[in-house]
C-alpha cells in the first residue's frame, strides 16, 4: 500500500559528503514522522534521525552535528545530509515513515524501506 524508495548511497572516503534521498508513494493520506535508522554489520538497528511533520528534528548523538534531516512535505519525500562521514557510520540505511492511508485517519502504520548501503573508507 505504501512503498518508499531510498536512494543516493555509496561509497565515499572519511571526511566526505552523501545524501540520502526517501520517497514514499502509494495509498498516502498524510505522513506523520519521517525518519532514518541505520543498521551495521552485527549490530541491531538504530535511529540516525526523526523528523515531524512540522520539521521538529531530532538525532543520535553519533552524528548530532554532521548529519542533517529534511523533508518535503510536497513531495513526501525525507533527505538526510551526511557531512563529515567517518568509517563507523559505515551501514545500511534504511527511511522509515509513520503514514495514515487516509485523511483525518488516526490510525496510522510504519513503513520501512529496503535500505540503502553506505560505506566510508578510511
Known amino acids: 500500500q505504501v512503498q518508499l524508495v531510498e536512494s543516493g548511497g555509496g561509497l565515499v572516503q572519511a571526511g566526505g559528503s552523501l545524501r540520502l534521498s526517501c520517497a514514499a508513494s502509494g495509498s498516502i493520506g498524510s505522513i506523520n514522522a519521517m525518519g532514518w535508522y541505520r543498521q551495521a554489520p552485527g549490530k541491531q538497528r538504530g535511529l540516525v534521525a526523526t523528523?515531524?511533520?512540522?520539521?521538529?528534528?531530532n538525532y543520535a548523538d553519533s552524528v548530532q552535528g554532521r548529519f542533517t534531516i529534511s523533508r518535503d512535505n510536497a513531495k513526501n519525500t525525507v533527505y538526510l545530509q551526511m557531512n563529515s562521514l567517518k568509517p563507523e557510520d559505515t551501514a545500511v540505511y534504511y527511511c522509515?515513515?509513520?503514514?495514515?492511508?487516509?485523511?483525518?485517519?488516526?490510525?496510522?502504520?510504519?513503513?520501512w524501506g529496503q535500505g540503502t548501503q553506505v560505506t566510508v573508507s578510511s
Open positions: 522509515h515513515a509513520v503514514v495514515a492511508l487516509s485523511l483525518n485517519s488516526d490510525n496510522y502504520y510504519s513503513y
Open positions: 523528523i515531524t511533520s512540522a520539521s521538529r528534528s
